[in-house]
């Protein structure tokens, strides 16, 4: 029974670090789950429950900088509260009606229609929407890195 639960692990910590890369995944957290269901099914044999805690706060972490990756993106260059809104609305819409597409040009239109609703210029718009673009590719980095990381460590302590 034992080797049933490794390989559910193995194979949640795999599909998480493709999560990682694919918008439609929850790819950390998976990789958490993986953690949890070996943790529990090896009864804490390749690494502790405080081991686990630390994946989790991690884990919690790279979600929400996830989140409000391009909100923050979209700040940094200017943004006001409804570009910021915007950008965060555009991610969700983005996300759920266009996939990765979405994703990346949700945050941007949503920052750009805002700020001119908001009577913002047009350039000042665009730059918001630029912001919320890149913060939205430096979470997604983050997300890879995160997991990659999570990955490595995972099969490490099965190994050694």
């Known amino acids: 029974m034992e080797t049933f639960w490794l390989i559910?692990?193995?194979?949640?910590?795999?599909?998480?670090?493709l999560g990682s890369?694919?918008?439609?995944?929850?790819g950390i957290p998976l990789i958490f789950f993986g953690y949890l269901v070996w943790g529990v099914a090896s009864q804490w044999a390749d690494?502790?429950?405080?081991?686990?805690?630390?994946?989790?706060?991690?884990?919690?972490?790279a979600w929400?900088?996830?989140f409000y990756a391009g909100a923050a993106g979209a700040s940094r260059y200017g943004a006001s509260r409804y570009g910021i809104a915007g950008s965060i609305a555009g991610a969700i819409i983005g996300a759920i009606f266009f996939n990765l597409p979405g994703l990346i040009v949700g945050p941007?239109?949503?920052?750009?229609?805002?700020?001119?609703f908001?009577?913002?210029p047009r350039r000042e718009a665009l730059r918001a929407g630029w912001g919320a673009v890149l913060g939205m590719l430096a979470g997604g980095l983050l997300k890879i890195v995160v997991a990659a990381i999570l990955t490595a460590l995972f099969f490490w302590w099965l190994i050694f």
């Open 108 to 116: 941007f239109a949503g920052a750009v229609l805002m700020e001119i």
């Open 118 to 120: 908001s009577g913002k």
């Open 64 to 66: 929400l900088a996830d």
């Open 47 to 61: 690494f502790s429950t405080q081991a686990l805690l630390v994946v989790g706060l991690v884990t919690g972490g």
């Open 8 to 17: 559910v692990s193995i194979l949640l910590v795999l599909v998480g670090f």
């Open 21 to 26: 890369f694919l918008p439609v995944l929850p």
